[in-house]
């Protein structure tokens, strides 16, 4: 009865301090406080065969230029309506029609694409037309201007992974327009590659800045250094061969707020259990495969996309050789001192 009485003195305590803009910690605490990451984010697969007919579709109710940018969002199932993948990131599937230029812009958000489908598009990011080769990854840096274009007779689908809801979280959001459609060009093909990608850096040239001088990691030269290396190198049990993009003038992420890698799993191999608290999306580049989180089984096959949340136990199995692409917040929770792994 007395403890009764005391739970009734509290609860008008909280609806008193509750016209002030005040709660109590003791309420909430355990929620927010948690011995361990605990994400509302689900596990999830989305297989480019299902989303694909809706994306053609949203092509003929939108044009490029109307939509901004003509993207069917990936929303977690556990965040309907946020706009995110994972708590920290955003993800969406991108068209551009022949002969549509989706009109250029810049924002502080840092954008990454992996290139589905088609081979005819390209990016202008700040003056150079970077050509989009499907399993390409291309980086547009934070306040960088970039247009995409398809000059070609087919449509062009890439996987769009930008750090919107990190940016939203921290209030720092700003846009703006270009005023024409498309940017000058200036810069000849291969510009970006040869002047740092090639083991090499301007001598006399001490410029460095958080995202990669290199905006384009071509699909062609990421399987070929996969394929080599796999001629000598054991798997890890873990992660097969499992390599991190980088910016060639500093060896750290090739994103400030987004790491990047690609990974190799032969085929029949089965990864042993692993979890980290940066939650992860994969883009399948090639092969086949599932992964199981928890007690839910993914499958994935070519350009499907799926997310494995932050601290969900998980291992891979690849039924033939698969290259799987994936991004995740854990660059942020490094310099954060926040990050955490556990292998099994
Ligand atoms: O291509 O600039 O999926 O600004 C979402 C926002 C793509 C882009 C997205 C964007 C872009």
Known sequence: MAQQARLMDRQAFYERIDKHELAPLWEVFRE??????????????????????????????????????????????????????????YAGIQLVLPGEVAPCHRHNQSALRVVLEGRGGYTGVEGEHIPMQPGDFIITPSWAWHEHANPSAEPVTWLDGLDVPLVQLLDASFFEAHAAESQPRRFPHGYGLARHGANMKPADDDHTAAASPVN?????????????????????????????????????????????????????????????????????????????????????????????????????????????????????????????????
Request: proline share 7%.
């Open 32 to 89: 927010l406080i948690t011995p361990e990451p605990r994400s509302p984010c689900l596990p999830h697969v989305w297989a480019y065969d299902a989303v694909r007919p809706f994306l053609m579709e949203s092509g003929e109710l939108i044009s490029a230029k109307e939509a901004e940018r003509r993207v069917l969002v990936l929303e977690n199932p556990g965040m309907r309506g946020a706009s995110c993948v994972t708590r920290s990131l």
């Open 216 to 344: 384009h990691y071509p699909y062609a030269r990421s399987r070929e250094a996969l394929h080599t290396m796999r001629k000598h190198d054991a798997l890890d049990r873990h992660h097969g061969l499992k390599m991190e993009f980088v910016n060639p003038l500093t060896g750290a992420a090739a994103m400030p707020t987004i790491s990047t890698f690609i990974q190799l799993l032969p085929g029949g191999f089965q990864s042993r259990p692993y979890r980290s608290s940066d939650g992860t999306v994969y883009s399948v580049i090639e092969g086949h495969g599932e992964t199981r989180v928890g007690d839910k089984t993914l499958p994935w096959g070519p350009r499907d996309t799926f997310v494995v949340p932050s601290w969900a136990r998980h291992s891979h199995h690849a039924d033939e050789e698969s290259v799987l692409f994936s991004f995740s917040d854990r660059t942020v929770q490094q310099k954060l001192d926040l990050w955490h792994e556990e292998k099994e």
